[in-house]
């Protein structure tokens, strides 16, 4: 059975840092390219970053320069620092297999709040 489970979210003022974590399991993540998405009240899901199982990074525009993807194959887990944080990137930040998300294995999410 796949899991994916976020943490890491959680309450930050604009200019801030937090860093997330993804813990998979249940499959063999490690040769699958993986990305963060997030999805903003009354907005679709969109991805934030994605990295290779080489560890080659991909960041969408609005966070290129802000946000670091990373990977531990050994501990199937993939984090996300975000630095510089901005009210728009307040969200439901998750997790899935990119660039074809695993439909019926969304997680739960992590809750991003940014304050101005």
């Known amino acids: 059975q796949v899991h994916l489970v976020e943490s890491g979210g959680g309450l930050v003022q604009a200019g801030g840092s937090l860093r997330l974590s993804c813990a998979a399991s249940?499959?063999?993540?490690?040769?699958?390219?993986m990305g963060w998405y997030r999805q903003a009240p009354g907005k679709q899901r969109e991805l934030v970053a994605a990295i290779t199982s080489g560890g080659i990074a991909h960041y969408a525009d609005s966070v290129l320069g802000r946000f670091t993807i990373s990977r531990d194959n050994a501990k199937n887990t993939v984090y996300l620092q975000m630095n510089s944080l901005k009210p728009e990137d307040t969200a439901v930040y998750y997790c899935n297999v990119w660039p074809n998300p695993l439909g019926p294995y969304w997680g739960q999410g992590t809750q991003v709040t940014v304050s101005s």
């Open positions: 249940g499959r063999a993540f490690r040769f699958d390219s």
